[in-house]
């Protein structure tokens, strides 16, 4: 089934890996593997494959793969994005928020890992300190609602 998406021109990496993700989620495991295997190492892949793998249970072979694509690319945020919020879930804070500060580290410009940041903080009951995540995360991704969303509940409760 994945051939198909693997045959268009204009599709980007990035496709492949989500593609990838989906067929894992939906318990097409076969064609998750096959695309994740043709991906190789690149590193958004890497990260959805390790959430597959909590997802199935396991999260020894989750942080297993995390680790290793963070050995391979260190300097790539969706491995620490992805790992951080398992972390998070898990209640795991001090590791989710090393590993969100990480991923802002490495692409200072991108909203995501400051929206998480941020959400870790209001986990932890620090809004004053997740409202400026927020708004720093405002600065790369004005219109995204969730981020809007979090904003305001955070600024209520600051």
Known sequence: MWRVWSNTSNLQINSLCFAGYVFGLTGHSADANAVFKQMGSYSLCEAFR????????????????????????????????????????????????????????RTPKFADPLKLWGDLLSQKGNWKDAVAKYKEALNYAPNWPALQEALATAVRRD
């Open 50 to 105: 390790g959430s597959l793998a909590e997802g199935a249970g396991s999260i020894t072979a989750a942080e297993a793969i995390w680790a290793e694509a963070i050995a391979k690319g260190p300097n790539e945020p969706f491995v620490y994005m992805e790992r951080g919020q398992s972390r998070l879930r898990r209640g795991e804070l001090s590791g989710a928020e090393a590993d969100f500060a990480a991923a802002h580290q």
